[in-house]
């Protein structure tokens, strides 16, 4: 049995699970609504405040399926109570990123600036200009835009100029050695 799948999501005060036909969990609380559709082959059963997912055989699908569904219920239930943020760091002369409105807008070293867009699950900050903080309820769409940002100007090697996630170690080369 998979203990991660086996362990008991625990539903705080103010969140509301509700499991439609086919699995269609909806997760409400203080920071907004995520929807999923799940594997019908998996038993999901709200009691009470206590949320489990159960498997109904050992078959290689269904048992890869019981973790994988009960981490991202429990992402929902973390994401709609305390929300999920990424931040980046900008080294290099010149690289600096504002907020502009609803508009992320980076100068990179490029001949133009590059803009990325807030949508309803993910949003900006800046509180400096070689700052950024993604934020939103939804771990997937926070994760998938933040790499989208760093996929701009990725740390390189030799000078660490680039945009890195706060805490990633750039590993670094030596250069031209000189005779």
Do not use: W
Request: aromatic share 6%; proline share 5%; glycine share 12%.
């Amino acid at each position: 049995m998979s203990r991660i799948g086996r362990a008991p999501i625990t539903i705080p005060a103010g969140v509301t699970v509700t499991v439609d036909a086919g699995n269609f969990v909806t997760v409400k609380g203080p920071k907004g609504e995520l929807k999923e559709q799940f594997s019908a082959a998996l038993t999901i059963a709200v009691e009470g405040n206590v949320l489990t997912v159960s498997r109904p055989d050992d078959e290689k699908e269904n048992r890869s399926l019981h973790g994988l569904t009960r981490t991202l219920i429990n992402n929902m239930v973390v994401g709609v109570t305390e929300g999920y943020s990424k931040t980046l760091e900008i080294n290099g002369v010149g690289y600096r990123a504002e907020k502009q409105g609803k508009k992320l807008v980076l100068n990179l070293g490029y001949s133009h600036p590059v803009f990325f867009e807030e949508d309803d699950n993910v949003s900006f900050a800046c509180p400096n200009n070689t700052t950024i903080v993604v934020s939103g309820i939804n771990k997937q769409a926070v994760g998938q835009v933040a790499a989208q940002i760093r996929s701009k100007r990725p740390p390189e090697p030799y000078l660490g100029k680039g945009i890195k996630y706060t805490g990633e170690r750039i590993r670094r080369k030596a250069g031209k050695a000189g005779k």
